[in-house]
């Protein structure tokens, strides 16, 4: 009888160790295994981590954000792979009807999806720091700073004048979480793999440094949109700097009064006192008036070979450009262009 009755809780010791082993294997096939991502969703969701984030602020906003939907679950599965204790920030794509298990494994690799950098349209500092932040973690603030941080320009080579030909327009991929520091490096470094050896000879032949370069093309850039006309632009412009003629650039004048608003230069604006105003000074500004496009820049490097030391908008408003050799040829060309602004009433 007593055997009996060993024998039945025996039993039901092994049927309950079995029960709780099936429940327990069940639970730690849902916590690793089953789907928990974007369950209702087909695009996947790009996470950004902030820099000193906790696991209870990714879990907080993971849940909160409908990215998982049992966060009891994800916290068991990054308890036992050991992503609670070393949550890496980042963006990171996650796709519908991840597990656990990959979620956790992706996040704690730090294998981020690289955020696609472009920045084009820039004249101050104030709007490259703008662009250039706008998709990363950093602020605009912290950027700016360091842009014109004096030290840390010269650190490169540059000066605060200069500091913005260092910065070559193209699209970069770089970590969302990158410091400012970090991108500093990474654009000086882009910026020595677009000046080759051969773009160097380049400028020397033309009696330029990199960095008169810059300064030529965002003046050829900003005075036409072009690409097809930006070397024969450049040949008039260098054509100038060779006898010494003033550049006579309107840009420079409108980079000067830091309005770039101004449709029409006026005579007033030609008196305005800075190193900008290429009708009063000889020679190159002191730096360029806004982040030349490679376009601008090889257009410098290989200018058309004329004559002409004039040129001046057509009429038509196409965007294109009357150049002359002589004074007299631009002056009728001028004619027609400030007729044909009058009539628009541009003024």
Known sequence: MLEDKKTKIYIVLIITASVLMTSLSFYFYQAF?????????????????????TFKMVSDSLYEKEIIHDVITFSFAAKVMGYQDDVKPGQYTITPRMSNMNLVKLLGSGKQTPVRLTFNNVRTKEDLAEKITKNLEMTQ??????????????????EEETIMAMFIPNTYEVWWNTSPENLFDRMYKEYG??????????ASAIGLSPNQVSTLASIVQAETQKSDERPKVAGVYLNRLRINM????????????GDFEIKRV??????????YNTYKYTGLPPGPINLPEISALDAVLKPE??????FCAKEDFSGYH?????????LNNARRYQSALNQAKIY
């Open 141 to 158: 603030a912290d950027f700016l700073a360091l842009l014109k941080d004096s030290l840390n320009i010269r650190k490169f080579g540059f």
């Open 322 to 330: 009357s150049f002359a050799s002589n004074l007299n040829d631009h």
């Open 305 to 310: 070979s004329h004559e002409y030391l004039y």
């Open 33 to 53: 295994f089953s789907p928990n991502t974007l369950l209702e969703k087909e695009e996947p969701y790009l996470l950004h981590i902030a820099s000193n984030s």
């Open 266 to 275: 006026l005579n007033v604006h030609k008196e305005i006192d800075s190193p």
């Open 193 to 202: 793999v677009f000046w080759t050896e051969e773009r160097k000879q380049q």
């Open 246 to 257: 003033a550049l006579q650039a309107d840009p420079t004048l409108v980079f000067a009064t």
